[in-house]
């Protein structure tokens, strides 16, 4: 794994006699990979590897080669130590918080990166909790001196934590619990309506834009996904 190298080759590398795992393609034993500084620029068995001149070669002698594992919604970075409140930042105040980026709260000194760069993760999306739109992440690499160099691509997603569906049949207030989750799906409804038409009203003379909403817009418009999380 290129794990084992945090900054990227000063000149083109090429990893040799070891065992390549493509994960889409085949496997190739022993195989290569040529980079050229944070590039992969060839994959291929050893019998068709490249010219070595002017390349760094590093014979890997049988070792295993996997590409970087992506953490996609986790609190890494974000959280240290669940006990400790002055060292979780993974929530903000609110219910609809879509314009909180998560990468710009991350702890780039958290122990808990070099772990699990340590174990294959080269990349993770922080992910903001504790409400229903809780905001936006970012694709971040394990490696890098603060929050600037560690974002390699943002936004990447909005998340909407998608409320209970259950409900307990045991009870005295089904009638209830059945009111209480119909009320927040549509008030789930209503914030994206809501959300559509302010996109609709930028065009409309004194328009004066809202962070929140602002925050909106690539959504509104399906430039970005949404994640859902759904539990129930």
Do not use: C
């Amino acid at each position: 794994m290129f794990t084992a190298w945090p900054n990227p080759f000063a000149k083109p590398t090429l990893f040799t006699n070891a065992v390549v795992h493509t994960v889409s393609g085949p496997t190739h034993s022993p195989g290569f990979v040529l980079i050229d500084g944070d590039t992969i620029k060839a994959v291929g068995p050893v019998k068709e590897k490249p010219a070595a001149e002017g390349t760094q070669v590093v014979n890997l002698k049988g070792q295993h080669l996997f590409p970087g594992l992506i953490a996609p919604t986790t609190a890494l970075g974000l959280m240290e130590i669940p006990a400790v409140r002055a060292t979780v930042d993974t929530r903000e105040v609110g219910i609809y918080t879509p314009e909180v980026k998560s990468w710009l709260a991350v702890n780039p000194d958290s122990e808990l990166i070099p772990v699990a760069r340590a174990n294959g993760i080269t990349h993770f999306a922080p992910t903001p909790q504790g409400g229903t739109v809780t905001g936006q992440s970012g694709l971040m690499a394990t490696v890098g001196w603060g929050y600037e160099n560690m974002t390699h691509q943002s936004p990447v997603a909005l998340h909407l934590f998608w409320p209970s569906m259950n409900i307990n049949l045991a009870a005295d207030d089904t009638k209830k619990q059945a009111k209480n989750r119909d009320k927040r799906l549509k008030e789930i409804d209503d914030f994206f309506e809501e959300a559509r038409a302010y996109a609709k009203s930028q065009s409309a003379p004194g328009h004066k834009g809202i962070p929140a909403w602002d925050a909106m817009l690539p959504w509104v418009r399906a430039e970005k996904p949404v994640i859902i999380h759904a539990n129930s």
